[in-house]
């Protein structure tokens, strides 16, 4: 090398290096794999950008990968995910060390079990994955039967989440069958960034509705809320068929409504609204609202989960809300599938 | 699955990037890419961009499900340069799907 091109490359590193440099040594998780893949490949640099609007630029000088720019909440959180899913990748592997102890009958059994765990886990996103955006991110599920007609869903696309809370017809393996179809036709249905969501949801009606073909046409239904935000302005819209929510913006806690008659006939109007950091949206199905207090003698319903979310201290945990509708419930049972997907943005 | 975009995929490389190549990917095949995996573990990474010395390479979510590899060689394009491309790229092919 010249030593007009070294000289070059040092001022370079000199220009970055002192005013924004913030970690020289390879600590954390993130900056050691990323260290490692780009002294291995010999890749000069990598920029990791966030919605093309954030970003983290690691860069490469001779033997030493430095962050760049970085230092900020994106970074956190990429780590923090790289943590978890490393801890997973642990777990697996004891779980797999533990099965080989099993006898052959032992197995088998086990192997029952972990099919209809995974047949119902694969209905459900991870809930840590919604942590990427939500500062708080937690699902309430209590199947009626196991292993349940209720489901959630989310899609990101590129600056916006869209988040979907269902309940299907049904209980039990019935209702997780339906909850399959309705699914795969969401997830067909919503595979781009929906353009007019009361308009995508009757849509999406019609070609549930299409596939009813059998003498119990009615059985392959469902109720939904869907949300969907933007990560840039936290402007959120919501509409829904009878799955509602609760929003609690500064303490104080407002019920959405929505009923599937009204959407059908076009009269259920999308919700706009702007949401900002510590706000709560709590999405739920009717199994909730229908739950009866400890005497028996009256439902829960919209006014009163309203009234359950204000009683819950600012910065709730999921525990919190269980504790208050556990009291609520007292020794009533449950007469349906109840769900309730807890955000904190 | 890919077919349907290789006309416009071709027009584009001939317009912007006649040295370079211009590529779709699915999950599997960007989770094999360099850092690649990044897209499955934050789906809030949009956008990879990296320099080798003798390229420079862009990787963009078009849809959880497709993304946009873009490589030039260093020696023809600037990072912003080819950051600019894909994104016109992006566009296209988002109005080629919004037709559909």
Redesign the interface.
């Known amino acids: 090398m010249k030593a007009s091109e070294e000289d070059n490359i040092i001022g370079k590193s000199q220009q970055v290096k002192e005013p924004v440099n913030s970690s020289d040594s390879q600590t954390d998780d993130l900056l050691q794999k ?1 260290s490692a ?1 780009m002294l291995a ?12 609007s954030d970003f983290i630029y690691f860069k490469r000088f001779n033997d030493k990968v430095k962050q760049v720019h970085g230092g900020n909440e ?1 970074y956190n ?2 780590q923090r ?2 943590t978890a ?1 490393e801890k997973e990748v642990e777990s697996r592997a004891e779980d797999q060390n533990g099965l080989e102890s099993l006898t052959t009958g032992e197995l088998v059994e086990e192997g029952l079990t972990m099919d209809a765990t995974l047949i119902h886990q694969s209905m459900f996103t991870p809930v840590s ?1 919604l942590e ?2 939500f500062t708080q991110a937690n699902i309430h599920f209590e199947p009626f039967e196991a292993p349940g007609g209720d489901f959630y869903w989310f ?4 600056h916006k989440t869209l988040i979907i809370v269902g309940d299907c017809t049904g209980h039990g393996m019935q209702g997780t069958m339906i909850t399959m179809s309705i699914l795969t036709l969401l997830k067909q249905h919503f ?2 960034l929906p353009d007019l969501l009361s308009k995508e949801i009757s849509d999406l009606y019609t070609e549930i509705y299409n596939l009813r073909e059998g003498s119990n046409n009615d059985l392959l239904d469902c109720e939904l809320g869907l949300i969907i935000i933007d ?1 840039r302005t936290l402007v959120a819209e919501y509409i829904g068929s009878g799955v509602n929510m609760v929003l609690r913006q500064g303490g104080k806690a407002e019920a959405f409504t929505s009923r599937k008659a009204k959407l059908l006939n076009g009269k259920q109007d999308v919700r706009n609204f702007q949401l900002t950091r510590g706000d709560e949206i709590y999405m739920f199905s009717d199994g909730i609202m229908d739950q009866f207090n400890d005497e028996n003698t009256r439902k829960l319903g919209s006014k009163g989960m309203v009234e359950l979310v204000n009683e819950l201290p600012m910065k709730p945990k999921l525990e919190d809300f269980e504790k208050e509708f556990a009291a609520f419930r007292g020794h009533t049972p449950s007469l349906d599938d109840q769900t309730l997907l807890m955000l904190t943005i | 699955m890919f077919k349907k975009f290789a006309g416009v995929i071709g027009d584009v490389r001939a317009q912007y990037l006649p040295d370079g190549s211009v590529e779709l990917l699915t999950l599997d095949q960007v989770s094999k890419e ?2 690649g995996s ?1 897209f499955d ?13 003798s390229e420079r390479l862009v990787i963009s ?1 078009l ?3 497709m993304y946009l590899k873009v490589t030039a060689p260093s020696s023809s394009y600037n ?1 912003g340069i080819l950051s600019n491309i894909t994104s016109r790229i992006l566009d296209k092919l988002r109005m080629e ?2 037709a559909q």
């Open positions: 990323v893949e490949k010999q890749i000069d640099s990598v920029t990791l950008y966030f919605d093309d994106e959180h990429l995910l790289l899913k994955t990427e955006f899609k990101n696309y590129p595979r781009l990560r | 360099d850092f990044l573990l934050a789906s809030r990474v949009t956008r990879i961009v990296f320099e080798r010395p979510m849809t959880t499900e990072i799907i919004k």
